[in-house]
């Protein structure tokens, strides 16, 4: 991986906090509404504090830094455009995802070669959240761990986009149920399902990847 896919993986992977923004909503919203009257350095600050957001999770849908970068600025150019139509008892942050998901549905349309792209995740498949170890000194504990976020690559770019949004959504970027169904504009039972459908379909190409592996051995 190129040194800077490889920088902008461990922002991605390392730095993107669910929590990421420490004003509090108060100074938020009056950031928002200075951005939305034209404050071009409002804006900027806006931008600040959400770009790492943007860009993991292009990145993690797209699964390239040149989509992820294409991806991000286009959102942020509907950002600048819709901010206007943004309602104050909104979650921005909710509604900067939704943006996102569509920037990156859009995207992917267009290139029907999408599913050789693979998403940089950071953890087997599994019921739990795709999280980083944090040390990895050892060698060949940093290999394993190599190899199991290539075989995630691979199984997470044979989801529909629905679903993987939803993942991504809910066990990567920690949003609840009820969150990613508004964000999908979907019901929390449809996101349940494309949530669990996803787990399903990993777990299984995972173990099939790995018994392949065996024979081949």
Same mark, same amino acid.
């Given at each position: 991986?190129?040194? &800077? ?5 461990? @922002?991605? #992977?390392?730095?993107?906090?669910? $929590?990421?923004?420490?004003? /509090? ?16 350095? @409002? ?7 959400? !770009? ?49 998901? $569509? ?11 999408? $599913? ?23 060698? #060949? ?8 976020? #290539? ?22 970027? &920690?949003?609840?149920?009820? #969150? ?8 929390? /039972?449809?996101?349940?399902? !494309? ?23």
């Amino acid at each position: 991986m190129p040194s &800077g896919a490889h920088e902008m993986a461990l @922002a991605v #992977e390392i730095l993107l906090p669910v $929590n990421a923004l420490t004003q /509090t909503q108060t100074s938020l919203t009056r950031l928002i509404e200075r951005a939305a009257a034209g404050d071009t350095a @409002a804006f900027e600050q806006l931008m600040v504090h959400s !770009q790492h957001r943007v860009m993991a999770m292009t990145w993690r849908m797209l699964g390239n830094e040149a989509d992820a970068r294409d991806a991000s600025q286009e959102v942020f150019l509907r950002v600048y455009k819709y901010l206007g139509r943004f309602k104050q008892d909104q979650d921005f942050f909710a509604w900067l995802y939704t943006i996102t998901v $569509n920037v990156c549905r859009d995207i992917s349309k267009k290139r029907q070669h999408h $599913n050789d792209r693979f998403l940089s995740l950071a953890e087997s498949a599994g019921e739990e959240a795709f999280a980083v170890p944090a040390d990895l000194a050892d060698a #060949e504990q940093a290999l394993m761990h190599k190899q199991q976020r #290539e075989l995630v690559r691979k199984a997470m770019a044979t989801l529909p986009v629905k679903e993987r949004a939803s993942i991504l959504l809910r066990d990567v970027e &920690g949003l609840s149920t009820d #969150e990613v169904a508004r964000i999908m504009k979907s019901s929390s /039972t449809t996101v349940r399902s !494309q949530i669990s459908s996803a787990r399903k379909k990993i777990k299984i190409y995972c173990e099939q990847y790995l018994r392949r592996k065996e024979r081949s051995q």
